[in-house]
């Protein structure tokens, strides 16, 4: 009983999107460091993970991710952010993902 308080505990938030920032779903990886995610905003973008962050994210198909888009060309954006299992669970609870698209 003491486990599921402690995780309660520790997922009591995740980081949200901010400013033009969208939570998107990886879609297909295309190489290199390319992938389509699927943003819920609707759009399909062609995202990257810039080099900064290339070592630190470990992305496959059906991650959940936060995706900047860039400032001039809307279609493409760069991938900042992966949701650990704990979190998209969390997101799920208060209404920020769709429960009704699962990805598994």
């Known amino acids: 009983m003491e486990n599921k308080n ?3 505990v520790q ?3 995740a980081k949200l999107p901010r400013g033009g920032e969208v939570i998107g779903v990886i879609e297909e990886r295309l190489g290199g460091n ?3 995610v ?3 905003d ?3 973008r062609n995202s990257r993970v810039p ?3 290339k070592r630190k994210l470990w992305l496959r ?3 959940i991710v936060i995706v900047e888009p860039w400032e001039l060309d809307k279609t493409k954006g ?3 952010f992966k949701y650990p299992s704990n979190q998209i669970e969390w997101l799920k609870r208060n209404g920020y993902l769709k429960t009704e698209k699962e990805e598994f």
């Open 11 to 13: 997922i009591t938030r």
């Open 78 to 80: 760069d991938v900042i």
């Open 6 to 8: 402690d995780e309660e």
């Open 34 to 36: 390319k992938m389509k």
């Open 38 to 40: 699927n943003c819920l």
């Open 51 to 53: 080099g900064r962050l």
């Open 42 to 44: 609707g759009k399909t």
């Open 61 to 63: 198909p059906g991650d």
